[in-house]
Protein backbone atom coordinates (compact mmCIF):
# COMPACT_ATOMS: atom_id res chain seq x y z
CA UNK A 1 0.00 0.00 0.00
CA UNK A 2 2.93 2.08 0.92
CA UNK A 3 4.65 1.25 -2.27
CA UNK A 4 1.49 3.05 -4.38
CA UNK A 5 1.06 6.18 -2.41
CA UNK A 6 5.09 6.51 -3.14
CA UNK A 7 4.25 6.11 -6.88
CA UNK A 8 1.31 7.90 -7.11
CA UNK A 9 2.97 10.77 -5.43
CA UNK A 10 6.40 10.24 -7.92
CA UNK A 11 3.92 11.01 -10.77
CA UNK A 12 2.22 13.98 -9.41
CA UNK A 13 6.08 15.31 -8.69
CA UNK A 14 7.04 14.42 -12.37
CA UNK A 15 4.07 16.26 -13.73
CA UNK A 16 4.10 19.12 -12.09
CA UNK A 17 8.17 19.68 -13.42
CA UNK A 18 6.85 18.99 -16.63
CA UNK A 19 4.05 21.59 -16.08
CA UNK A 20 6.89 24.15 -15.15
CA UNK A 21 8.99 23.33 -17.61
CA UNK A 22 6.35 24.10 -20.27
CA UNK A 23 5.58 27.33 -18.70
CA UNK A 24 9.07 28.69 -18.16
CA UNK A 25 9.85 27.66 -22.08
CA UNK A 26 6.15 29.28 -22.97
CA UNK A 27 7.18 32.73 -20.85
CA UNK A 28 10.65 32.53 -22.52
CA UNK A 29 8.97 31.75 -26.54
CA UNK A 30 7.18 34.99 -25.62
CA UNK A 31 9.72 37.10 -24.41
CA UNK A 32 11.42 36.83 -27.38
CA UNK A 33 9.25 37.34 -29.58
CA UNK A 34 7.83 40.32 -27.68
CA UNK A 35 11.75 41.92 -28.09
CA UNK A 36 11.71 41.14 -32.18
CA UNK A 37 8.81 42.69 -32.51
CA UNK A 38 9.87 45.79 -30.67
CA UNK A 39 13.75 46.12 -32.52
CA UNK A 40 11.22 45.56 -35.97
CA UNK A 41 9.62 49.06 -34.71
CA UNK A 42 12.70 50.90 -33.89
CA UNK A 43 14.30 49.42 -37.21
CA UNK A 44 11.22 50.60 -39.50
CA UNK A 45 11.20 54.05 -37.35
CA UNK A 46 14.80 54.43 -38.37
CA UNK A 47 14.09 53.35 -41.77
CA UNK A 48 11.21 56.29 -42.46
CA UNK A 49 13.43 58.71 -40.29
CA UNK A 50 16.01 58.20 -43.14
CA UNK A 51 13.62 58.23 -46.09
CA UNK A 52 12.22 61.42 -44.93
CA UNK A 53 15.42 62.89 -44.30
CA UNK A 54 16.36 62.17 -47.73
CA UNK A 55 13.12 63.44 -49.23
CA UNK A 56 13.69 66.34 -47.22
CA UNK A 57 17.10 67.03 -48.05
CA UNK A 58 16.18 66.39 -52.00
CA UNK A 59 12.94 68.61 -51.73
CA UNK A 60 15.65 71.79 -50.27
CA UNK A 61 18.10 70.77 -52.77
CA UNK A 62 15.01 70.97 -55.43
CA UNK A 63 14.02 74.41 -53.98
CA UNK A 64 17.86 75.61 -54.11
CA UNK A 65 17.58 74.60 -57.52
CA UNK A 66 15.00 76.68 -58.60
CA UNK A 67 15.31 79.53 -56.41
CA UNK A 68 19.08 79.63 -58.73
CA UNK A 69 17.15 78.89 -61.86
CA UNK A 70 14.77 81.86 -60.89
CA UNK A 71 17.61 84.31 -59.97
CA UNK A 72 19.58 83.34 -63.30
CA UNK A 73 15.96 84.42 -65.43
CA UNK A 74 16.08 87.14 -63.81
CA UNK A 75 19.03 88.28 -64.58
CA UNK A 76 18.91 87.09 -68.05
CA UNK A 77 15.76 89.26 -68.03
CA UNK A 78 17.51 92.35 -66.79
CA UNK A 79 20.06 92.32 -69.06
CA UNK A 80 18.31 91.14 -72.10
CA UNK A 81 18.08 93.67 -74.69
CA UNK A 82 21.03 95.95 -76.02
CA UNK A 83 21.20 98.58 -78.83
CA UNK A 84 24.64 99.17 -81.36
CA UNK A 85 25.97 102.66 -81.61
CA UNK A 86 28.59 104.02 -83.78
CA UNK A 87 29.60 107.57 -83.35
CA UNK A 88 29.67 108.70 -86.87
CA UNK A 89 29.20 106.42 -89.47
CA UNK A 90 32.22 104.79 -89.60
CA UNK A 91 32.74 104.94 -86.08
CA UNK A 92 33.55 101.31 -84.58
CA UNK A 93 30.70 99.66 -82.48
CA UNK A 94 29.72 99.93 -78.99
CA UNK A 95 27.21 97.96 -77.12
CA UNK A 96 24.96 99.79 -75.08
CA UNK A 97 23.33 97.47 -72.80
CA UNK A 98 19.67 98.26 -71.71
CA UNK A 99 17.58 98.16 -68.78
CA UNK A 100 14.82 96.23 -67.87
CA UNK A 101 11.74 99.35 -68.30
CA UNK A 102 9.69 100.69 -70.55
CA UNK A 103 11.65 103.66 -71.48
CA UNK A 104 14.08 101.50 -73.04
CA UNK A 105 11.75 98.71 -74.17
CA UNK A 106 10.37 101.82 -76.25
CA UNK A 107 13.64 102.63 -77.49
CA UNK A 108 14.70 98.97 -78.81
CA UNK A 109 11.32 98.52 -79.90
CA UNK A 110 11.51 101.59 -82.47
CA UNK A 111 15.20 101.31 -83.34
CA UNK A 112 14.13 97.48 -84.32
CA UNK A 113 11.76 99.23 -86.64
CA UNK A 114 14.06 101.62 -88.19
CA UNK A 115 17.83 102.56 -87.57
CA UNK A 116 18.47 106.07 -85.85
CA UNK A 117 20.96 108.57 -87.23
CA UNK A 118 20.45 111.16 -84.75
CA UNK A 119 22.54 114.47 -84.94
CA UNK A 120 24.74 115.50 -81.79
CA UNK A 121 24.26 119.26 -80.81
CA UNK A 122 26.80 121.01 -78.79
CA UNK A 123 25.88 124.40 -78.70
CA UNK A 124 23.48 124.36 -75.31
CA UNK A 125 25.68 126.72 -73.01
CA UNK A 126 23.90 124.95 -70.05
CA UNK A 127 25.44 121.70 -71.00
CA UNK A 128 29.08 120.63 -69.81
CA UNK A 129 30.19 118.73 -73.07
CA UNK A 130 33.08 117.58 -71.56
CA UNK A 131 31.56 114.82 -69.29
CA UNK A 132 28.46 114.24 -71.14
CA UNK A 133 26.28 114.74 -74.62
CA UNK A 134 23.03 114.25 -75.92
CA UNK A 135 20.75 113.18 -78.91
CA UNK A 136 17.77 115.01 -80.03
CA UNK A 137 14.81 111.88 -81.00
CA UNK A 138 12.01 112.89 -83.50
CA UNK A 139 8.92 113.72 -81.72
CA UNK A 140 7.07 111.58 -83.68
CA UNK A 141 8.19 108.50 -81.51
CA UNK A 142 6.16 108.33 -78.52
CA UNK A 143 8.56 107.67 -75.69
CA UNK A 144 7.13 106.62 -72.05
CA UNK A 145 8.97 107.64 -68.73
CA UNK A 146 9.79 107.36 -65.34
CA UNK A 147 12.04 109.79 -64.41
CA UNK A 148 13.77 110.08 -60.81
CA UNK A 149 16.14 113.21 -59.19
CA UNK A 150 19.75 112.02 -60.74
CA UNK A 151 22.55 113.90 -58.92
CA UNK A 152 25.55 111.61 -59.57
CA UNK A 153 26.58 109.38 -62.86
CA UNK A 154 28.72 107.59 -63.70
CA UNK A 155 30.76 107.34 -67.19
CA UNK A 156 28.58 105.36 -69.71
CA UNK A 157 25.31 105.82 -68.29
CA UNK A 158 22.83 106.47 -70.54
CA UNK A 159 19.30 108.15 -69.38
CA UNK A 160 16.09 109.53 -71.21
CA UNK A 161 15.57 113.25 -70.60
CA UNK A 162 11.52 114.01 -71.50
CA UNK A 163 10.71 115.50 -74.08
CA UNK A 164 12.37 112.82 -76.32
CA UNK A 165 15.86 113.59 -75.78
CA UNK A 166 19.31 110.32 -74.97
CA UNK A 167 21.66 111.98 -72.56
CA UNK A 168 24.97 110.40 -72.55
CA UNK A 169 27.34 110.70 -70.22
CA UNK A 170 31.34 109.50 -70.70
CA UNK A 171 32.77 110.76 -67.81
CA UNK A 172 31.52 110.41 -63.93
CA UNK A 173 29.59 113.77 -62.86
CA UNK A 174 27.62 115.60 -60.30
CA UNK A 175 24.47 116.59 -61.88
CA UNK A 176 21.15 117.80 -60.42
CA UNK A 177 18.14 117.03 -63.08
CA UNK A 178 15.08 114.79 -63.82
CA UNK A 179 15.99 111.61 -66.03
CA UNK A 180 14.93 108.05 -66.42
CA UNK A 181 17.90 105.60 -66.83
CA UNK A 182 17.90 103.88 -69.78
CA UNK A 183 21.35 101.70 -69.66
CA UNK A 184 24.78 101.90 -69.54
CA UNK A 185 28.17 101.32 -71.72
CA UNK A 186 31.63 99.85 -70.93
CA UNK A 187 33.26 103.22 -70.70
CA UNK A 188 36.57 101.74 -72.05
CA UNK A 189 39.33 103.93 -72.72
CA UNK A 190 38.45 103.20 -76.42
CA UNK A 191 34.48 104.05 -76.22
CA UNK A 192 35.39 107.25 -74.64
CA UNK A 193 37.87 107.89 -77.36
CA UNK A 194 35.51 107.45 -79.57
CA UNK A 195 32.71 109.88 -78.34
CA UNK A 196 35.12 112.51 -77.79
CA UNK A 197 36.97 112.22 -81.27
CA UNK A 198 33.79 111.77 -82.98
CA UNK A 199 34.01 113.65 -86.45
CA UNK A 200 31.88 116.64 -87.83
CA UNK A 201 29.57 114.82 -90.50
CA UNK A 202 30.70 116.94 -93.55
CA UNK A 203 27.46 119.25 -94.94
CA UNK A 204 25.65 118.64 -91.83
CA UNK A 205 28.15 121.14 -89.67
CA UNK A 206 27.98 118.84 -86.62
CA UNK A 207 28.29 115.23 -85.52
CA UNK A 208 26.06 112.35 -85.83
CA UNK A 209 25.28 108.76 -83.59
CA UNK A 210 24.36 105.55 -85.66
CA UNK A 211 22.02 103.45 -83.65
CA UNK A 212 21.46 100.12 -84.77
CA UNK A 213 19.42 96.72 -83.51
CA UNK A 214 22.20 94.16 -83.30
Known amino acids: MNMMKDFAKKMMKNKVMVFMSLFLFTAALLSGCGESDEKEKQNTGSTAGVTQESKTSDENSAGSADGQDKTADDAVIASAGELEVCFGDKGN ?122
Open 93 to 214: PFMLQLNDNDTAAAIARYVGTSDWRLPIYEDDEDADYDVMQYYDIPSSYEIPSNPEKVTSVKAGEVYYSDPNRIVLFYQDAEVSEEYTLVGHFDATDEFVEAVKNNPVLEGWGNKIVLITKP
